[in-house]
Nanobody, 119 residues
Framework: VQLQASGGGLVQAGDSLRLSCELS???????MGWFRQAPGKERKFVAS????????YYGDSVKGRFTISREQGKNTVYLQMNNLKPEDTAVYYC??????????????WGQGTLVTVSS
């Protein structure tokens, strides 16, 4: 299983950005999640979605601003980020559980995409 994240960039506070993550090497839809790591800080959970897309979960700091979604039946996941704030600046990683099951420990990680929000 491999994951490829894309869509990062430099934006201003209040702008929107959409990240994409494509998972390859799996024969079925995997649960997937997004994490982020700001400079000098620990990696933190952002959002996750089940393989069916029917269940989602968000970190408190992004609730109401970020939306995770996926193409049904496919292993492509999106993170729509609205009303971005400077504190959202981080490298964003997509990840998937080892067995692809929602709620299980993440074992597969993408390379990360940098999001920079200027004030």
């Amino acid at each position: 299983v491999q994951l490829q994240a894309s869509g990062g960039g430099l934006v201003q506070a209040g702008d929107s950005l959409r990240l994409s993550c494509e998972l390859s090497g799996a024969s079925r839809a995997y649960a997937m999640g997004w994490f982020r790591q700001a400079p000098g800080k620990e990696r933190k959970f952002v959002a996750s979605i089940s393989g069916s897309g029917g269940s989602t979960y968000y970190g408190d700091s992004v609730k109401g601003r970020f939306t995770i979604s996926r193409e049904q039946g496919k292993n492509t996941v999106y993170l729509q980020m609205n009303n971005l704030k400077p504190e959202d600046t981080a490298v964003y990683y997509c990840a998937a559980p080892r067995d692809g099951m929602f709620g299980n420990e993440y074992a597969h990680w993408g390379q990360g995409t940098l999001v920079t929000v200027s004030s």
